[in-house]
């Protein structure tokens, strides 16, 4: 069992996603550590990239005050190997294809191997060609994440059989974001997931308040929360970390009461 899967054992799963560099690098570590200190068990680490397709304006702000700063991949994984000296949660990586491919897949897998990277997620990747990155990742031991849309219908049993570390579940077409309402049936999918595989599936997309955390937790094992999280660091930068910590055991402290 990898150590993904290993974090949705005890309880509902919260994964707390934070762009790395947004605004700064010590501001992204200090927001890392209050976010495992409130509670999350997973943290995605997002790799900034000057088209990021799935996200919605939160997070292509991010992503772009990132890239201004001057980040890339090479400081990122400096940075997590500092990180890694004491932080142990399971860490996923969560950038687009062209990132891979443009520092060589084979390299970037080796260094996430290194790092104590858990996972990878490429929401741009086509189910149908995860060909491309498999063998690699499962040469380095790194998880690769599928994600099931609503669009996935007739897919989705397919998906969950091949599926690792955990099924990534968006909650509503589109991108990126918090949203009011979630109107999805996921109960349907969730239904399918669980018919085809034992590994655990987490909601994510527009999740951001605690009664929303709640609502989720009692569909699937776990629930990812990025804009609401990213928010912060937009709204009070250098200072967002207290915050983040705070809102983090809220959604932590809703989830744990089923």
């Known amino acids: 069992m990898s150590k993904i899967t290993q974090a949705f054992e005890n309880n509902k799963a919260f994964i707390a996603f934070i762009t790395c560099g947004d605004p700064d690098l010590e501001t992204t570590e200090a927001a890392i550590r209050a976010a495992v200190s409130g509670g999350s068990d997973l943290i995605e680490l997002g790799i900034p990239f000057s088209d990021p397709t799935a996200e919605g304006p939160v997070i292509q702000g991010a992503n772009l005050r990132a ?3 001057g980040i ?3 400081k990122i994984f400096a940075f997590v190997e500092n990180l890694r000296q004491d932080i142990t949660v399971p860490m996923i990586f969560m950038t687009y294809s062209n990132v891979v491919f443009s520092y060589g897949a084979e390299a970037f897998l080796s260094a996430c191997s290194r790092l104590s990277i858990d996972g990878l997620i490429l929401p741009d990747l086509p189910f149908e060609e995860k060909e491309e990155f498999l063998p690699v990742c499962r040469k380095y031991g790194i998880d690769l994440i599928s994600l099931i849309a609503p669009t996935s ?3 989705i049993a397919k998906i969950a059989k091949e599926a690792e570390g955990f099924l990534y579940i968006v909650s509503s077409l589109g991108v990126t974001g918090v949203r009011n309402e979630i ?3 996921l ?3 969730v239904d399918i997931v669980r018919q085809n595989t034992s590994i ?3 909601i994510g997309f527009g999740i951001s308040t605690p009664k929303q955390a709640r609502k989720m937790a009692e569909l ?3 629930v990812i929360v990025g804009s609401a999280i990213v928010k912060f660091l937009e709204q009070y930068g250098t200072s967002a970390p207290e915050y983040i910590r705070s809102y983090v055991k809220s959604m ?3 989830m744990d009461v089923l």
């Open 67 to 69: 890239l201004q700063g």
């Open 72 to 74: 890339t991949t090479d």
């Open 153 to 155: 219908k007739d897919r």
């Open 183 to 185: 109107q999805t049936n």
């Open 187 to 189: 109960k349907a999918i």
């Open 200 to 202: 655990p599936c987490a």
């Open 220 to 222: 699937a094992d776990g």
């Open 252 to 254: 932590k402290d809703a």
